[in-house]
């Protein structure tokens, strides 16, 4: 696009493109969305490729983790077990949401926290990405040795 040259320019103050007068956050949303577009059909090969159509399909599994994942990132910047019980039980006594708008949710709090911690969201992704496709064999063996819908990655 052509406000490429003036993004990081316009960015860090949220100025209009000086360029054409483009809202910043216009032009943010619409490059954003093109981003996420390429990413997540980038996974979907990652995940067939190491796990099969069959597991990674499967909300269930797909559910823990994320939850794990997500909960190694809070632990990892200072939450604590504690806080994180209070937290789901605060949640799992509150209506069930909707998956489209927990979806945003989710991304727009990952960039808020990324942004406050100091960290570039997708170059984390690209990088977690790339290093994951060259641990397919190890992570296969993990996923075939564990227990079919358990919440743990592993038997405890």
């Given at each position: 696009?052509?406000?490429?040259?003036?993004?990081?320019?316009?960015?860090?103050?949220?100025?209009?493109?000086?360029?054409?007068?483009?809202?910043?956050?216009?032009?943010?949303?619409?490059?954003?969305?093109?981003?996420?577009?390429?990413?997540?059909?980038?996974?979907?090969?990652?995940?067939?490729?190491?796990?099969?159509?069959?597991?990674?399909?499967?909300?269930?599994?797909?559910?823990?983790?994320?939850?794990?994942?997500?909960?190694?990132?809070?632990?990892?910047?200072?939450?604590?077990?504690?806080?994180?019980?209070?937290?789901?039980?605060?949640?799992?006594?509150?209506?069930?949401?909707?998956?489209?708008?927990?979806?945003?949710?989710?991304?727009?709090?990952?960039a808020a926290?990324?942004?406050?911690?100091?960290?570039?969201?997708?170059?984390?992704?690209?990088?977690?990405?790339?290093?994951?496709?060259?641990?397919?064999?190890?992570?296969?063996?993990?996923?075939?040795?564990?227990?079919?819908h358990s919440?743990?990655?592993?038997?405890?």
């Open positions: 696009m052509e406000h490429n040259a003036c993004l990081s320019q316009s960015i860090s103050n949220f100025d209009d493109c000086p360029k054409c007068g483009t809202r910043n956050d216009t032009w943010l949303a619409i490059n954003w969305q093109g981003a996420a577009e390429t990413f997540q059909p980038r996974v979907d090969q990652w995940m067939a490729k190491c796990f099969g159509r069959e597991i990674s399909a499967d909300v269930t599994e797909r559910n823990h983790r994320f939850l794990e994942e997500a909960l190694e990132l809070v632990q990892s910047k200072g939450c604590t077990a504690s806080e994180a019980h209070q937290l789901v039980d605060y949640v799992f006594n509150r209506p069930i949401g909707e998956p489209d708008q927990e979806v945003g949710g989710v991304r727009v709090t990952l926290l990324c942004t406050a911690a100091g960290l570039d969201e997708n170059e984390c992704a690209e990088t977690e990405l790339n290093r994951i496709w060259t641990k397919i064999p190890e992570i296969s063996a993990k996923q075939a040795a564990k227990p079919k919440p743990l990655p592993q038997e405890s």
